[in-house]
């Protein structure tokens, strides 16, 4: 079965830094990766999801990569603000149309 | 667009009680809804699919008679725990998908089930 890793449990970064937080997984390269963002007591919002075939994306101050040979996704956050602070999630789904599988979030704290 | 609800917020319940959760797709149809629990630092972790019209599919290790998941249209979702014990306490999360996004997942926020 797909088993999820991603960095740490927690990353403390100042504001206005880069965060990048890791996610690397051990079986079938997926059809689509996620992140999501989740704050206490919330369900996840959906952030950015990148296909199989595709390197990168942004969206505003957000970027992921998708190395299928190293079977790893990077997701940066440049100029961190303390609003950033939350658990963020990793998620692959392996077809498009099948279930998400979760990794269990890093904790990102962004100091003033 | 593509907000999904989730009622009660959360519950406190006595143990042997049942308590029902309800998931909504507030302005778009969900073919297909999921159901997941989330322990305190733990992943989400799928218990099962459900898809307007027919049974829902349960992962591995989740009892279907103790959750009791309804599809009953395109926009509802209802997961009842039956027979609530301590142990079911959990942040219980709906998410729902839109037949014509491949691969996007709109997740509602949760319900805070605590069985004393």
């Known amino acids: ?112 | 667009g593509a907000v999904v609800s989730q009622h009660p917020s959360w519950v406190i319940c006595k143990s042997g009680t049942s308590v029902k959760i309800e998931c909504r797709s507030l302005d778009f149809q969900a073919t297909t809804m999921f159901w997941y629990r989330q322990f305190p630092k733990q992943s989400l972790m799928l218990m099962a699919t459900s898809n307007e019209g027919s049974k829902a599919t349960y992962e591995q290790g989740v009892e279907k008679d103790k959750f009791l998941i309804n599809h009953a249209s395109l926009t509802l979702s209802t997961l009842t725990v039956t027979s609530a014990h301590p142990e079911d306490s959990s942040f219980y999360i709906c998410s729902a998908r839109e037949s014509t996004l491949l691969g996007s997942q709109y997740f509602g926020p949760g319900t805070r089930l605590l069985v004393l």
């Open chain 1, 1 to 112: 079965s797909q088993k999820i890793e991603q960095n740490s449990e927690a990353l403390n970064i100042q504001e206005g830094k880069t965060a990048t937080l890791t996610c690397n997984y051990t079986n079938y390269s997926p059809a689509y990766l996620q992140w999501y963002r989740q704050d206490p007591g919330r369900g996840p919002v959906f952030l950015l999801l990148i296909r199989e075939n595709e390197k990168e994306k942004r969206k505003e101050r957000l970027k992921v990569t998708f190395d299928t040979t190293l079977k790893q996704s990077l997701f940066h956050i440049t100029a961190s603000q303390p609003a950033d602070s939350a658990t963020y999630l990793c998620a692959l789904d392996k077809s498009g149309y099948s279930t998400l599988t979760f990794g269990k979030g890093t904790m990102l704290l962004v100091s003033p």
